[in-house]
């Protein structure tokens, strides 16, 4: 599983590709950047009700950081 900040990279790479200009909707991008994500993150991302890209991928990378403690604690 790549990290967030991995795939973070990608996909900016390949958003500016896509809508140089930035004209799809925050929600549209949000939507597609999340459709990659760990599901039990994605419910958590969507609870914050968060409308910027950068805002949310900043959330999820802290987001993912406890949910590997957690889940070292698990095993």
Request: hydrophobic content about 40%; glycine content about 0%.
């Amino acid at each position: 599983m790549k990290s967030v900040k991995e795939y973070d990279n990608r996909f900016k790479k390949l958003y500016k590709k896509v809508d140089p200009n930035n004209k799809m909707l925050v929600a549209n991008t949000l939507h597609q950047f999340l459709s990659e994500l760990n599901p039990t993150i994605v419910l958590l991302v969507y609870a914050s009700e968060l409308a910027d890209l950068n805002v949310a991928v900043n959330t999820i990378k802290n987001i993912e950081v406890e949910y590997k403690i957690i889940q070292k604690n698990i095993q």
